[in-house]
């Protein structure tokens, strides 16, 4: 009997063993099969008891004595399907986290406010910036107790592994002995009596004279701090600042970070010197890059600035753009789709009956040992040669393409459509596209006076909206109307920024949902802040409309911030942008809607960086401040002189 018994606990153990072990093999579906998220579908079939978020989670740990396993990422991160394959495919990682704590996956495109969250939380703890998968472990009362990126699986060298991390914290809790995270340091209050000196004191140390850009790895954009130096050299006449813009611009035009085959722009470089991306490209980033070469072409009328902006719009319009006119969010990070074997390539050349292949593939820094890495090329400039570019194009394509996450994103459809209307003048086409997309996105988006925060073709948009949703897309309308004079652009921009302003705002904080239960951030991190871009929506619906008690809010808002942002004032250049337009104030251009549209090349030949434009029943031009008109004249170009002047 005995006997019997004992054969039938082995057979139970070995039992559990198989099905843990079959899930490698077998998919077991979890609970986020049932999401829409593409991000939370890619790890549905992990042996990890995954939820998605909700606050009841935390009870439930409670009630089981168990931690909280918080893993936040998106479907187009490299390094998020690096610790999917690695660590959330494994037997032996799913033992301990379903044995131990309770596992919550986030979509940081789904849930941004999170998101933002703990990476503000990971900058206070650990005095430097977070990223993609960010990893968090905290008790049931929201206590952290440990913040890290990736993690590998196991423990190398002196980094320490996932399965290390969670069995320590896991018998920490188990003991009764959990140690709470503290803080690195305490802010120290500075006293900063020039905002601009400052920042731009901070921003020449960080710049890298010998590459461009700032900082020394990892080199991202920085568009919002690009476009404020770039301010700053027009009001100040620097040309210190002019040569910084222009050099860091070129370098991600003309080196590996713009995909010179099928145009757009990856997401940062990993090294010093852009020529090794990470090769995802976000909508994001596109529309910024967008409007600020825009801009530097007006001001300089480089013709590489135009060429890039081409190209940029021919890539988002063929791979990330629907039938409805509205945007992709992004394209995933698939490292070998972008990368050339020298030998395969050369015969796929020689098959083609290509001339001279070494000596053009020498020309783009090919060679057989790979500019990259393991007889890897990657295409780290323009290449002149139409033929070869052509076939680049076509040996690549026999790869499947990399894939696309196809979520319609409110704010950042609404950054793209901002874009478009700012370059409108250009080509009377991406007007009408950005017309179109914009009336799209109101249509699919904004139902019956309800924004929502995203939505999946063809299904029904549930998440209602958050800040930054009101905020950017306030901002597209502002743009749409000051390219077409349209008032009911004006006018809802108006209606939804006053909505956030009762909705978002509480007690001199801002918060990124209507429930206030995350606070939102000034800082400019991969695309600027939402609360820095709102206040300068405000602003500029103040002068439009010359709405004096608006103005003078406004400013309110943005001085109760004023401590924390000068404490670490390199982070937050929208913020301070705000403050530089206070000190200098708007110029309203103003005359009748025909002289307006009529001049519009001529009216962006405009130097003074905060300019606005609006509608007025005169033939003269008039050239008005917050509170008075300060010149006027018939002739346009006189009164372009008397704004440049100042």
Known sequence: MKKIFLQQIILFIFLIEFSFASSTTKEIAN???????????????????????????????????KLIFLSIGYSTCHWCHEMNRESFSDIEVARILNKHYISIKVDKEELPQIDFKYQEKYREFKNKNG??????????????????????????????GLIETLQKYAKQ??????????????????????????????????YDEKFHGFDKQNKFPLTS????????????????????????????????????????????????NFTFPHFEKMLYTQAELLALFYRLYLNTKDETYLKAIKNTIAFTNKYLQNKQSLFYSAVDAKEKYYLYDYEKLYSFLEENE??????????????????????????????????????????????????????????WNAMMISSLFKISTLDKNYLKQAINSLDSLLKNLYVKNTLYHQKVENKTPLQEALLEDYVFLSEALINAFLKTYENKYLDLAKKLSFFVNENFYKDKTWFYDKEKN???????????????????????????????????STKIKIQEQKQKILNDISRFP???????????????????????????????????????TQVENTKNYLACDEKTCFYYDIDLNKVIESIDKL
Do not use: C
């Not at 130096?229 to 860091?248: A, M, R, S």
């Not at 802040?529 to 103005?551: E, F, G, R, T, V």
């Not at 103003?590 to 001529?602: G, I, Q, S, V």
């Open 574 to 612: 929208n913020a301070l942008r705000l403050f530089t337009r206070i000190k200098h104030q708007d110029v309203i251009l103003k005359t009748n809607k025909n002289n307006l549209l009529k001049n519009k090349k001529l009216i962006e030949t405009i130097k003074y960086p905060y300019l606005l």
């Open 354 to 411: 290509f001339e001279n292949i070494e000596e053009e593939l020498e020309k783009i820094a090919f060679d057989e040992f790979g500019n990259l890495s393991n007889n890897l090329n990657l295409v780290k400039k323009e290449i002149l040669n139409k033929d070869l570019k052509a076939l680049l194009k076509e040996f690549r394509e026999k790869e499947n393409f990399p894939f696309i996450d196809k979520k319609i994103i409110t704010s």
């Open 131 to 160: 990223g993609w998968p960010l990893t968090v472990i905290l008790n049931h009362k929201k206590q952290i107790v440990f913040l890290g990126t990736y993690l590998p699986k196991n423990s190398l060298n002196e980094t320490v």
């Open 31 to 65: 609970e986020l099969v049932k999401e829409d998220s593409f991000y939370l579908k890619q790890h549905s079939t992990n042996p990890i008891f995954w939820q998605p978020f909700h606050e009841n989670l935390f009870n439930k740990a409670k009630k089981q004595n």
């Open 518 to 552: 995350y606070k939102a951030y000034f800082s400019d991190r991969h695309y600027s802040s939402p609360i820095s871009i709102h206040l300068n929506n405000l602003y500029s619906i103040a002068n439009l409309n010359y709405d004096l008690k608006l103005l003078e």
């Open 173 to 206: 809790n188990e003991k009764n002995s959990l140690k709470i995270l503290k803080k690195s340091n305490q802010n120290i209050k500075k006293t900063i009596s020039n905002h601009e000196e400052a920042f731009v004191k901070t921003m020449l140390e960080r």
């Open 225 to 272: 701090h690009l476009n404020f130096l770039f301010d700053l050299h027009l009001l100040n006449k620097d040309e210190t600042l002019k040569t910084i813009v222009l050099n860091t611009s070129k370098t991600l035009i003309n080196n590996a970070l713009q995909d010179h085959i099928q145009g757009g722009f990856y997401r940062y470089s990993v090294n010093q």
